[in-house]
């Protein structure tokens, strides 16, 4: 069965202290792997694609690798306006637009 | 450029009840796509639809459908509500960009069925 997976699920930071975020995954075909961040009582906003192990994106504070089996997301010195949950999703090979999601990772930045 | 747009924002209805939830998107994307989210679940996907005139079942089809109504026009329908099918709705367009495959989402429908 495909699956998706995210650690921790909930992570509390001081401002500045850098952390990692974690995206596993058990698929049959991979095409592409997402993030998004999500704030309380909106809607997902897309932040990366990556394609092939060994592949990595920045943006800001983020930066998203990818392995063969996992993901993550690298935030740098954050700041309390990062916090929200973060969402990974895969794209499988076999099922068109079809998109399997984590259950999120709520990250918390304290000032 | 309102991105994708969602309507209503709110809504609940009683079991048996009927409805339409509404999504228009601006970026003249190909694909548009229904998901719920729940909590503790992550978003999971009701139906998309590839391009205009297409539609496909997603992960959680059964209870709704769905209307590709023209390229900017996806429409969700419940037509027997059940508790459920309490959730949050979230509707979102896509189009291949330079860097891959981008998905951009709508405010949402929050839907509480009584």
């Known amino acids: 069965e495909d699956q998706v997976t995210q650690s921790p699920e909930a992570l509390r930071l001081q401002e500045g202290e850098s952390s990692s975020l974690n995206c596993s995954y058990t698929?049959?075909?991979?095409?592409?792997l997402f993030w998004y961040r999500q704030d309380p009582g909106k809607g997902p906003e897309f932040l990366f694609t990556?394609?092939?192990a060994g592949e990595e994106k920045e943006k800001e504070r983020l930066k998203a690798t990818l392995t063969k089996k996992e993901s993550f997301l690298h935030i740098t010195a954050p700041k309390p306006e990062d916090s929200a949950t973060y969402l990974c999703?895969?794209?499988?090979?076999?099922?068109?637009?079809?998109?399997?999601f984590g259950p999120g990772t709520r990250l918390s930045v304290l000032p | 450029n309102a991105g994708v747009t969602q309507t209503p924002k709110f809504q609940v209805l009683k079991t048996g009840q009927s409805m339409t939830l509404q999504c228009a998107q601006d970026?003249?994307?190909?694909?548009m796509y229904w998901y719920r989210q729940d909590p503790g679940m992550g978003l999971r996907l009701i139906y998309y639809?590839?391009?205009?005139?297409?539609?496909d079942k997603g992960e959680v089809p059964n209870g709704y459908n769905v209307s590709r109504l023209n390229k900017r026009e996806f429409s969700l329908r419940l037509e027997s509500a059940a508790p459920s099918q309490t959730s949050v709705y979230f509707c979102?367009?896509?189009?291949?960009?330079?860097?891959?495959?981008?998905?951009?989402f709508g405010p949402g429908t929050r839907l509480l069925v009584l």
């Open positions: 979102a367009s896509s189009e291949e960009e330079r860097g891959g495959l981008a998905q951009y």
């Open positions: 698929v049959s075909g991979l095409r592409g």
């Open positions: 990556l394609y092939s």
């Open positions: 999703a895969v794209r499988l090979v076999n099922y068109g637009q079809n998109f399997v």
């Open positions: 970026m003249n994307h190909n694909s």
């Open positions: 639809s590839a391009s205009e005139g297409t539609t």
